[in-house]
């Protein structure tokens, strides 16, 4: 019975590792998640420009193949005037209708190019600014892990020498339970309830944990109770 009491004495300076090492785990993973939040935004932002520079690309061909066809009809029109003739100066005159729509057709487009670019340079600035933020939360996410992972390891060779004394079924199921219920399997009888999950607990389980002679567990949330 002396055992078991003093492997439960014991068994609260595991768990004080335990929560510790949860504790330092969750700093890492909020750090990680930060990370990965402002390198989406980084990857969504590169997506954009990219997106945006293929329909640049597209305007600009456009219009080439649209100076193409002017240069085309400007020919036309001039063989045509260089025949001298009536029928030739009307079908000239046909043309310089196309030439005056394509040309105008060129405006909007060179507007549109125009309007591209200055919203390229605009995704280019955030991109810039994003991948600055990147970095720097990069760095810290960096810093706090490698100190956070020193302070587990510091942790993990305390818990190994405090484990040894544990009697071995008491350290089995705090194992258990602490899959569950990361840094608290161990918790305290709080009156007639767990303090834990605040679950009322039956007179007879109230005695048994003041004996502490026996493993003995909250019925609602699976914890080992102790006074
Ligand atoms: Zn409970």
Known sequence: MAEFAESLDLLWGVQKH??????????IAKASKAQAHEQ???DETQATLKSQQE?????????????GELHRLD????????QGTEAGSQAAAKQRIKIDEL??????LLSLISDQESAIELTRSELATRTNVLEGV?????E????AQAVINQHVAERTEAVKLVVPELLHVYDEVQHRHPGSALCHQNGEFCNACQGELRAQT???????????????CLRILDV
């Open 206 to 220: 109230q005695m048994q944990i003041k004996a502490r002679a026996e493993i003995i567990r909250c019925p609602h």
């Open 138 to 142: 990069a760095k810290t996410t960096k």
């Open 75 to 82: 020919e036309r029109v001039n063989q045509l005037d260089a």
């Open 40 to 42: 989406a935004k980084v």
């Open 55 to 67: 329909k640049l690309r597209q305007l600009k061909n456009e219009h080439k193949e649209l100076e």
């Open 144 to 147: 706090v892990t490698e100190a």
């Open 103 to 108: 040309e105008t057709a060129g405006l909007e």
């Open 18 to 27: 335990d929560s510790q090492i949860v504790r330092e785990q969750e700093r």
